[in-house]
């Protein structure tokens, strides 16, 4: 039984000794109290798992006895019983708002008795066994806790590593400026944007966003950061070298090599788009490729804003994939705006996506703010749009300006 001591309350020796020797008979442990101060005394010294208690007793009575004893602090649920010759609804009710369990009439019949400690030994075991649910359930919770606490720790580290894959958010190269954006939506994301030197006139510029937000598409941008080094150029995948020094490859020859590389060498069911960009700062002219990433918004010196670009498909998706190669032509006072989808899909509160118009009117209306001011416009103008700044994803973007006539480098 669960129920094993017993704590006997009454001010006449002879009602707890008869009760005493039915409750020996079933093997319990008895100890008696001859009034409701001594009974709590016995209580706080070892609390029992049953009490049977006399309503009727001089000093406290057995009402008081039971709401004393359901205050003192215990682990494990105890069992009342009250003993009366009362048996009106209205003192059951009493009864009951003190806190008792169950009600025993005198004179009390020894089969009654042993019916209402069965009674009372369900319940107490069933407690104890819902007691014991809870303490496993609350030392799980407490062990996941402390595993979680430790993820987060690792992914508030591993965040700053992704961040700094983008080692300048700004560089001036002299007739324009590049300016570089990488926020995610959880602790890392799979944005990735980046710019490499290839010569003292032209620079790589790429934007990536690889699929899902977890920690492997992180690990994937990080892979990717090495195939498009901006310290090591010998492991460059968008660059050759030749005489003289490197050069760049094709931007469209770059991505299909990629994709192939992707699907053949490395297991994962993970792809993603990319923009990849070369930029000749002498001429404004720019050759680029398109994997499947937003097309790349050109906002002319006089505001007006275009887009260009195939579209294609992503790296890692189809086999033989092949790639298109376009250009555009900037020209002192434009800019090159190469953002991921986490903009032109940012969504307002019924859903409705900000979308190609949506960035042209952010680019029109912030044509006289440049560089990272422009960017960090950009999430302030997104956080509108949304009603909220944290988004569902990623926001990334890269952005290249061509200075205006006459301003000094």
Request: proline letters at 5%.
């Amino acid at each position: 039984m669960s129920i094993r001591r017993v704590l006997v309350v009454d001010d006449s020796r002879l009602q707890r000794r008869i009760i005493h020797a039915a409750l020996s008979r079933l093997g319990l442990e008895v100890v008696e109290a001859g009034s409701g101060t001594e009974a709590l005394e016995v209580c706080e010294a070892a609390a029992p798992d049953l009490v049977i208690s006399d309503w009727m007793m001089p000093g406290m009575n057995g009402l008081e006895l039971c709401r004393a004893f359901r205050a003192l602090p215990r682990e494990e649920y105890g069992y009342f019983i009250l003993v009366t010759s009362k048996s009106e609804k209205e003192e059951v009710a009493l009864g009951l708002d003190a806190g008792a369990d169950d009600f025993l009439t005198k004179p009390i019949n020894p089969g009654e008795l042993r019916a209402r400690i069965a009674a009372g030994d369900r319940i107490v075991r069933m407690q104890r066994e819902l007691s014991a649910t809870n303490r496993l359930v609350r030392e799980t919770l407490a062990e996941l806790q402390a595993l979680y606490d430790s993820l987060d720790n690792d992914l508030i580290e591993a965040k700053k590593l992704q961040q700094s894959l983008i080692s300048e958010r700004y560089r001036d190269l002299g007739p324009a400026q590049v300016s570089m954006l990488l926020r995610s939506a959880a602790h890392v994301g799979g944005d990735l944007v980046g710019v490499f030197p290839v010569s003292e006139t032209r620079i790589g510029l790429y934007a990536i966003d690889v699929s899902g937000h977890g920690v492997s598409s992180a690990l994937m941008t990080a892979r990717l950061a090495g195939y498009l080094s901006a310290t090591s150029p010998e492991q460059n995948v968008a660059l050759v070298l030749g005489p003289g020094g490197f050069r760049p490859r094709p931007p469209d020859e770059v991505l299909a090599d990629l994709n192939q590389m992707f699907l053949g060498e490395i297991e994962t069911e993970l792809y993603f788009t990319m923009l990849l960009a070369d930029a000749d700062l002498e001429t404004g002219r720019v050759t680029m490729a398109q994997a499947g990433h937003p097309c790349p918004a050109i906002q002319r010196a006089d505001g007006r804003v275009e887009f260009s670009g195939p579209g294609g498909l992503p790296v890692g998706l189809i086999d033989g994939a092949t790639y298109e190669r376009f250009e555009v032509q900037l020209y002192p006072g434009d800019r090159l705006f190469l953002h991921s989808d986490g903009v032109d899909e940012c969504a307002d509160a019924a859903g409705t996506l900000l979308g190609e118009e949506g960035v042209r009117r952010l680019m029109q209306e912030l044509r006289q703010t440049e560089g990272m001011a422009f960017l960090e416009s950009v999430i302030w103008k997104l956080a509108e749009y949304a009603g909220r700044d944290d988004f569902d994803d990623d926001v990334s973007a890269v952005l290249l300006e061509f200075k205006p006539v006459g301003t000094a480098p």
